[in-house]
C-alpha cells in the first residue's frame, strides 16, 4: 500500500490550462499503473485515465481525448496530468490513484 | 459495471452493516490478482481508499472495516457502526481499464 502525494489546488480561468502533480514513494515507482479520477461537485467518480510510470505509454477516457495529457517523471518519482481549454465544468477534486492508494485530491476550480 | 445494494442504509449505532458490490465481469488479473477496492467518503471529504484487493485493509483503517468476497461478488462489512462511519461507500474495479464505480451507498445512522 502507498500514499501518494499530490500538489495544491488551483484557480483558473476558462480556456487556460493546469497541470496537477502526484508524488509516489520511489521505491514502488514502477509498481503500478497510476491512475487520475476526478470527482465534480456533487457528482461520482469519474476514471479520466492511466500513465505507465517505467514505459510513459497512456490511455484516456474517450471523453478526455485531445485535451489531457498524462506524463511523468522517472528522476523525481511523479506523475503529472495536465488539462486544458479548461470550462467552468472541469470544475472538481482530481485524484491520482493506484490500486494500492491514492492521492488526497487536489480542487481545480475553473472561473471567470 | 458495478452495482451496488443497498443504496442507502440506516444503522444504530455498535450494530453491523454490509454493502453488496456485484460485477458484470469476472474481477481476476491475468497476474491473478483482484483489483476490487472500497472507498468511503465523509461527508464534505473527498474519497480515501478503505480496502484493496478485496480485503486489504489501508494503512489507518480500522479494524471493524472488512472485505470479501471473489470472482463478481463482493461485500463491505462494518463489524460495529460508529458515528464517524457515516458518509458514502463506493465499490471500484480497478482490475481492467477503464476502471469502473459502483453507484455508492449512503450510510446514516438512525
Known amino acids: 500500500q502507498v500514499q501518494l502525494v499530490q500538489s495544491g489546488a488551483e484557480v483558473k480561468k476558462p480556456g487556460a490550462s493546469v497541470k496537477v502533480s502526484c508524488k509516489i514513494p520511489a521505491y514502488t515507482f514502477t509498481d503500478y499503473f497510476l491512475h487520475w479520477v476526478r470527482q465534480a461537485p456533487g457528482q461520482g467518480l469519474e476514471w479520466m485515465g492511466w500513465v505507465i510510470p517505467h514505459s510513459g505509454g497512456t490511455m484516456f477516457a474517450q471523453k478526455f481525448q485531445g485535451r489531457v495529457t498524462m506524463t511523468r517523471d522517472t528522476s523525481t518519482n511523479t506523475a503529472y496530468m495536465e488539462l486544458t481549454r479548461l470550462t467552468s465544468d472541469d470544475t472538481a477534486m482530481y485524484f491520482c490513484?493506484?490500486?494500492?492508494?491514492w492521492g488526497q485530491g487536489t480542487l481545480v476550480s475553473v472561473s471567470s | 459495471v458495478m452495482t451496488q445494494t443497498p443504496l442507502s442504509s440506516l444503522v444504530t449505532l455498535g450494530q453491523p452493516a454490509s454493502i453488496s458490490c456485484r460485477s458484470s465481469q469476472g474481477l481476476v488479473h491475468s497476474d491473478g490478482n483482484t483489483y476490487l477496492s472500497w472507498l468511503q467518503q465523509r461527508p464534505g471529504q473527498p474519497p480515501r481508499l478503505l480496502i484493496y484487493k478485496v480485503s486489504n485493509r489501508f494503512s489507518g483503517v480500522p479494524d471493524r472495516f472488512s472485505g470479501s468476497g471473489a470472482g463478481t461478488d463482493f461485500t463491505l462489512k462494518i463489524s460495529r457502526v460508529e458515528a464517524e462511519d457515516v458518509g458514502i461507500y463506493y465499490c471500484m474495479q480497478g482490475t481492467q481499464s477503464p476502471w469502473t464505480f459502483g453507484q455508492g451507498t449512503k450510510v446514516e445512522i438512525k
Open positions: 490513484a493506484r490500486v494500492d492508494g
